[in-house]
């Protein structure tokens, strides 16, 4: 059974910087797409960041954009999503997801019901 675990968020102030880690292991030969998700309070779960297994593909939610990064180190079957020029509104739970199906089939795969597998979360506050 595959298994994500997530690391590395905390409080930072605005305009500040965090890298969150995403950990995979038992399955993950079935992986072919991990994403990065976040929930506000009283929100509903977003999309933030994609990428295909070989690290080759990402792709992003406008609002992060230019700000976040997604990449993947294949030794360590590791997820990070690099988040620069943070803002109060990013304050959220972090969550890494994961899924055997294609990074994009007609649309890029960016809704949580497109996801099989997902870590315990990570809790991200941008305050000062």
């Known amino acids: 059974q595959l298994q994500l675990v997530e690391s590395g968020g905390g409080l930072v102030r605005p305009g500040g910087s965090l890298r969150l880690s995403c950990a995979a292991s038992?399955?993950?030969?079935?992986?072919?797409?991990m994403a990065w998700f976040r929930q506000a309070p009283g929100k509903e779960r977003e999309f933030v960041a994609g990428?295909?297994?070989?690290?080759?593909?990402?792709f992003y939610a406008g609002s992060v954009k230019d700000r976040f990064t997604i990449s993947r180190v294949d030794a360590k079957n590791t997820v990070y999503l690099l988040m620069n020029s943070l803002k109060p509104e990013d304050t959220a739970v972090y969550y890494c997801?994961?899924?055997?199906?294609?990074?994009?089939?007609?649309?890029?795969?960016?809704?949580?019901?497109?996801?099989?597998?997902w870590g315990q979360g990570t809790q991200v506050t941008v305050s000062s």
């Open positions: 038992g399955g993950t030969a079935s992986i072919n797409t």
């Open positions: 997801a994961a899924d055997p199906g294609a990074y994009y089939s007609r649309h890029y795969r960016n809704t949580p019901d497109e996801y099989t597998y």
């Open positions: 990428v295909s297994w070989s690290g080759s593909s990402t």
